[in-house]
């Protein structure tokens, strides 16, 4: 049975902007601490199993959740959706408000749409002919 | 003319697990942070409050010794303390979190079925006897 896992969302361009917005941070124990809790929080679930619960992760939008990790005297949030076995990491920002920016949704949201219509064009993709099917070598 | 394939990049970055090896060989200080907090969860399992402590102390920059003298306490009390061996009384406990930038509030509920339980939350006063 597969558990989940977390992976970083990878925009048009191949970047990784939770991964860049994580390595962006000055404090190396606020890198360890968020990876932490994306370990303990997000990968290695069972399929059926629920989220973890307040106040470690709570809903959003939908599907969009939150990951909530404080460092010291700062929070910081995670957007991840899950799709299949994956938690997708789609953004990352410094809470500073008590309610969660809707840029912040908007970008996310944003973010896992791109991320279904590439999923969805890649397996729209014929497989590639093989025996019989497959073009002449010489070609 | 070469047609490529996959020409997009996959929308399936690398795995949180992945990346945070590398940072691991890239940063001693991000390795004993880890250690840190793994150690820390371990804690929490058998004593959420000493885990808390340790931890916000950690993450604050203070020494048990600083605490300690803060809070008014001795430097092996905080180690018994965060070690999940000891549990200090309530005054201590607020003398302590202040030091964490924090406080203590007491939520007292209703025991009992049937209609929703009442609520209270009680603040702790300053001259309660250490």
Redesign the interface.
């Known amino acids: 049975m597969s558990r989940t896992q977390a992976v970083y969302y990878r925009d048009p361009d191949g970047r990784e902007p939770v991964a860049v917005f994580i390595d962006g941070l000055s404090d190396e124990r606020a890198i360890a601490k968020i990876d932490d809790a994306i370990e303990e929080h997000l990968n290695g679930k069972k399929p059926d199993e629920p989220p973890a619960p307040d106040p470690y992760t709570s809903q959003v939008a939908g599907e969009l959740r939150e990951l909530r990790v404080r460092f010291a005297r700062t929070r910081y949030r995670v957007l991840y959706q899950r799709s299949g076995n994956l938690m997708v990491l789609l953004h990352a920002i410094e809470k500073n408000t008590q309610q969660l920016p809707q840029e912040a949704t908007d970008k996310a949201q944003e973010r896992m749409a791109d991320f279904k219509a590439r999923m969805n064009a890649a397996r729209r993709k014929p497989p590639r002919a093989v025996g019989k099917d497959a073009p002449p070598k010489s070609r | 003319m070469s047609v490529r394939e ?1 020409t ?10 992945e ?2 090896g590398e ?1 691991a060989e890239r ?1 001693e ?2 390795r004993n ?2 250690k ?3 150690a820390i ?1 371990e804690l929490r399992e058998r004593n959420p409050l000493a885990a808390h402590i340790r931890e916000r102390r ?3 920059g203070l020494t048990q010794q600083q605490v300690a003298e803060q809070a008014g306490t001795a430097h092996s009390f905080i180690a018994r303390i965060e070690k999940g061996n000891h549990y200090p009384t309530i005054a201590v406990l607020k003398r302590i979190l202040a030091v964490l ?1 924090e406080e203590i509030i007491i939520t007292v509920v209703e025991r009992g079925e049937g209609a929703e339980a009442e609520r209270s939350d009680i603040a702790v006063p300053e001259l309660v006897a250490a």
């Open positions: 996959n997009e990049a996959s929308p399936i970055g690398r795995s949180a697990t990346v945070a940072r940063s200080e991000y942070a880890r840190e907090y793994a969860r950690y993450e604050l930038d």
